[in-house]
């Protein structure tokens, strides 16, 4: 049995985020025959031209739908390449099913160079 059945894991894990278009990025993809319910992201390791994260404006949902937001549009802070911001879920978030993409949502871009790592964690319950 897969550990992320049995834990709150890292689920997936993506480098060099553009955080300056306004875009979709796929972060994680539900496995077949699970439920994926994602806890929290961690952003890190920003890089950038004279890095300093706050323009930014972003949400994390299940296929890129507002309907399914895990974690609500609001503005991201993230001041230097060695911080970390944890973001946790909403209260009453959506959980994934199989095949289903989560994403980050950017819905105002930074308005410089900016990117970052982007952690995924949560867990698995098969469907």
Request: glycine share 10%; proline share 2%.
């Amino acid at each position: 049995m897969d550990a992320k059945q049995k834990t709150l894991a890292l689920l997936g894990s993506l480098d060099d985020v553009n955080l300056n278009a306004v875009a979709e990025t796929t972060l994680y993809t539900c496995p077949a025959g699970m439920v994926c319910y994602v806890t929290h992201v961690v952003m890190r390791n920003g890089a950038g031209a004279g890095f300093d994260l706050d323009t930014i404006e972003a949400a994390f949902s299940w296929a890129g739908t507002p309907a399914a937001d895990v974690i609500i549009n609001a503005g991201r802070v993230l001041t230097d390449g060695t911080n970390y911001l944890i973001i946790g879920a909403k209260d009453n978030a959506v959980y994934g099913v199989a095949a289903e993409t989560f994403k980050i949502d950017v819905q105002v871009a930074e308005g410089a160079a900016a990117t970052c790592s982007i952690d995924v964690f949560g867990y698995l319950v098969p469907a």
